[in-house]
């Protein structure tokens, strides 16, 4: 009993600490330019290094699904709305196809909700292989290319492979008609059957007005040491456990629940972006799926994010030099979680916040509306810009094909 007493206050010697050189930091807070190529990147300007051709295809594949459920806004996958919405409008939208260097096909495939808001994937195959038909009985592009030279945004959590259970994911694979296009998806994991090379990983959304309004000064101490608010264990889909998150969110439950200096709970209160703000590090776990939102407000909001999630692939890693702002924990390290954030010396972690706190890092992980230079929108396409030009043997030889049009589910072949 006293050897736990001695513990406790030597955690609670140590969280006093934190506060007092917090404090101290957000009193002196100063940016840090994001050193060599990775800063130039992230701040490249797409305008003028690439065209790109919208299809124009019938109100069924975008908007009519949006207006029978406005939900889609607003939830982690809207980026396939918000940058079709984008496109529309940017100087890098050309009307004239034959100028193309990419022809993008707006089909919203995760605006399917249940009512308590999770996307059905279920139709997604079906959908996708009819937008697909559509462009390839009226324009030549398509079959020029069989896709080579298209980019479709998939948002799922398991991308093309359209399935929310990796185990079925895996199974499904890509789809088939997908393989030569290029991947525009938040799924992200090396070495994965749903991530095939040359996928652009983007963040997932995140309302970015709803942010803004929660901010607070950044004067303010980050008092918490560490901070998480989500799921541990999810009964309903996993009642053994252990399949949920590779079983490594109930190991931080497990082994922190009690720890001062770990602020966890499964309750999400209103003050939850505020939490954020006031707190060094935020834990960034996998779920079902390897990312979450929680990425994008933890570098938003400055806090550090402790990223558990082994092999995975962040946004814009070409741009975004996640090691300087990140701490990688494996999965199978978690119990060691307090030992190895504590072990941090304390100039790292400045420095760290230092880079967090530059404007165009936040920038990059958002989809504002209006776009704004830097943002999401335009990381995307500077990551097809730097795929250009394309090689001359995307372009298919007279009557030559690839694709199978028959291969998959026998389900996914059905009309849409």
Same mark, same amino acid.
């Given at each position: 009993?006293?050897?736990?007493?001695?513990? $406790?206050? &030597?955690?609670?010697?140590?969280? /006093?600490?934190?506060?007092? +050189? @917090?404090?101290? %930091?957000?009193?002196?807070?100063? #940016?840090?330019?994001?050193?060599?190529?990775?800063?130039?990147?992230?701040?490249?300007?797409?305008?003028?290094?690439?065209?790109?051709?919208?299809?124009?295809?019938?109100?069924?594949?975008?908007?009519?699904?949006?207006?029978?459920?406005?939900?889609?806004?607003?939830?982690?996958?809207?980026?396939?709305?918000?940058?079709?919405? $984008?496109? &529309?409008?940017?100087?890098?939208? /050309?009307?004239?196809?034959? +100028? @193309?260097?990419? %022809?993008?096909?707006?089909?919203? #495939?995760?605006?399917?909700?249940?009512?308590?808001?999770?996307?059905?994937?279920?139709?997604?195959?079906?959908?996708?292989?009819?937008?697909?038909?559509?462009?390839?009985?009226?324009?030549?592009?398509?079959?020029?290319?069989?896709?080579?030279?298209?980019?479709?945004?998939?948002?799922?959590?398991?991308?093309?492979?359209?399935?929310?259970?990796?185990?079925?994911?895996?199974?499904?694979?890509?789809?088939?008609?997908?393989?030569?296009?290029?991947?525009?998806?938040?799924?992200?994991?090396?070495?994965?059957?749903?991530?095939?090379?040359?996928?652009?990983?983007?963040?997932?959304?995140?309302?970015?007005?709803?942010?803004?309004?929660?901010?607070?000064?950044?004067?303010?101490?980050?008092?918490?040491?560490?901070?998480?608010?989500?799921?541990?264990?999810?009964?309903?889909?996993?009642?053994?456990?252990?399949?949920?998150?590779?079983?490594?969110?109930?190991?931080?439950?497990?082994?922190?629940?009690?720890?001062?200096?770990?602020?966890?709970?499964?309750?999400?209160?209103?003050?939850?972006?505020?939490?954020?703000?006031?707190?060094?590090?935020?834990?960034?776990?996998?779920?079902?799926?390897?990312?979450?939102?929680?990425?994008?407000?933890?570098?938003?909001?400055?806090?550090?994010?402790?990223?558990?999630?082994?092999?995975?692939?962040?946004?814009?890693?070409?741009?975004?030099?996640?090691?300087?702002?990140?701490?990688?924990?494996?999965?199978?390290?978690?119990?060691?979680?307090?030992?190895?954030?504590?072990?941090?010396?304390?100039?790292?972690?400045?420095?760290?916040?230092?880079?967090?706190?530059?404007?165009?890092?936040?920038?990059?992980?958002?989809?504002?509306?209006?776009?704004?230079?830097?943002?999401?929108?335009?990381?995307?396409?500077?990551?097809?810009?730097?795929?250009?030009?394309?090689?001359?043997?995307?372009?298919?030889?007279?009557?030559?094909?690839?694709?199978?049009?028959?291969?998959?589910?026998?389900?996914?072949?059905?009309?849409?």
């Amino acid at each position: 009993m006293r050897d736990r007493r001695c513990v $406790f206050t &030597l955690l609670l010697c140590f969280s /006093t600490f934190w506060r007092i +050189e @917090a404090f101290k %930091f957000h009193r002196a807070q100063k #940016t840090e330019r994001i050193s060599g190529s990775a800063g130039d990147v992230l701040e490249d300007d797409p305008v003028g290094r690439l065209k790109v051709f919208v299809y124009e295809l019938p109100s069924k594949y975008n908007k009519k699904i949006l207006q029978k459920d406005p939900r889609c806004l607003t939830h982690m996958f809207a980026a396939e709305i918000f940058v079709h919405r $984008f496109l &529309l409008s940017s100087p890098v939208r /050309t009307l004239n196809p034959e +100028e @193309a260097d990419w %022809f993008y096909t707006p089909v919203y #495939t995760t605006c399917d909700l249940t009512p308590n808001g999770l996307p059905l994937p279920f139709k997604s195959p079906r959908m996708m292989r009819s937008a697909i038909q559509l462009i390839s009985s009226n324009w030549p592009y398509w079959n020029a290319t069989e896709g080579a030279d298209h980019f479709f945004i998939v948002p799922h959590d398991f991308a093309a492979c359209f399935h929310y259970l990796e185990e079925k994911a895996i199974e499904r694979g890509i789809l088939p008609l997908l393989q030569r296009a290029t991947l525009v998806q938040t799924f992200g994991q090396r070495n994965h059957v749903c991530l095939k090379d040359g996928s652009i990983i983007i963040p997932p959304y995140a309302p970015p007005q709803k942010m803004q309004a929660h901010l607070i000064s950044p004067s303010t101490p980050r008092s918490i040491f560490v901070y998480f608010r989500g799921l541990f264990y999810d009964v309903g889909n996993d009642p053994e456990g252990g399949y949920y998150a590779r079983g490594a969110r109930a190991s931080v439950w497990e082994n922190f629940k009690d720890n001062p200096l770990f602020d966890i709970s499964t309750e999400h209160p209103t003050t939850y972006y505020e939490d954020m703000q006031r707190a060094i590090f935020c834990l960034c776990p996998l779920g079902w799926a390897p990312w979450s939102p929680r990425l994008v407000e933890a570098v938003v909001f400055g806090c550090i994010p402790v990223i558990i999630a082994d092999d995975i692939v962040l946004p814009f890693a070409d741009a975004i030099p996640w090691e300087d702002i990140g701490v990688f924990v494996a999965e199978k390290d978690v119990p060691k979680l307090d030992t190895i954030l504590t072990s941090i010396p304390i100039e790292e972690i400045l420095r760290k916040q230092r880079v967090l706190a530059n404007p165009s890092m936040k920038q990059a992980m958002l989809f504002p509306h209006p776009a704004q230079a830097r943002d999401a929108f335009h990381q995307i396409l500077n990551g097809l810009a730097r795929k250009l030009p394309h090689d001359r043997s995307i372009y298919m030889r007279s009557a030559e094909s690839v694709l199978n049009w028959t291969a998959g589910p026998v389900g996914d072949l059905k009309p849409w």
